[in-house]
C-alpha cells in the first residue's frame, strides 16, 4: 500500500531502494560504482540531501554539482536516473510530497544535465 512520504523513515526507504536499482542498471551503475567504494557514506548524504531539500532540515553539507561534473554524463544517463528515481517513488509513495520529490529530482537533472554541457569538456572548470 503506497502512503504519503512524510518523514526520514520515508527518505531511507527510498533512497536505498534506488541506489539499490541503481547499483545493478547496466548504464548508469557502472558510472556510480566506478567512483563510489563504499556505499554507505554516500547513502547518509543522500537520507541528509533529500531530508533537507524536502522537509528543510538541516544537516546536509556539500556540493552534489561538483561531485558529478568529471564524470562523463550524458543525457541518457539523467533520463535513466530520473526513470528509475521515479519507479521507486511510485512503488512506494503517492501525494503531495511524493510529486514534490520527483519534481526536485527532475530540476536538478535538468540543472546538472545543462551545468555539464556548458562546461564543454572541461571536467577541470566547475560551475557552481
Do not use: C
Not at 31 to 36: C, E, G, K, N
Not at 50 to 59: K, M, R
Not at 75 to 103: C, P, S
Request: avoid cysteine.
Amino acid at each position: 500500500m503506497k502512503t504519503e512520504l512524510a518523514n526520514f523513515e520515508d527518505i531511507v526507504l527510498f533512497v536505498d531502494s534506488f541506489y539499490d536499482k541503481v547499483q545493478s542498471d547496466e548504464l548508469i551503475g557502472p558510472v556510480f560504482d566506478a567512483v563510489i567504494t563504499d556505499w554507505q557514506p554516500h547513502l547518509e548524504k543522500m537520507y541528509n540531501f533529500w531530508n533537507a531539500a524536502l522537509f528543510g532540515v538541516p544537516g546536509f553539507k556539500g556540493n552534489p554539482f561538483a561531485r558529478h561534473a568529471p564524470l562523463s554524463l550524458q543525457q541518457q544517463h539523467f533520463e535513466r536516473w530520473l526513470l528509475l528515481f521515479n519507479q521507486t517513488i511510485d512503488t512506494y509513495f503517492e501525494g503531495t510530497m511524493a510529486e514534490e520529490v520527483k519534481k526536485k529530482a527532475n530540476i536538478m537533472a535538468i540543472m546538472f544535465l545543462s551545468k555539464i554541457e556548458n562546461m564543454n569538456g572541461n571536467a577541470g572548470k566547475v560551475i557552481v
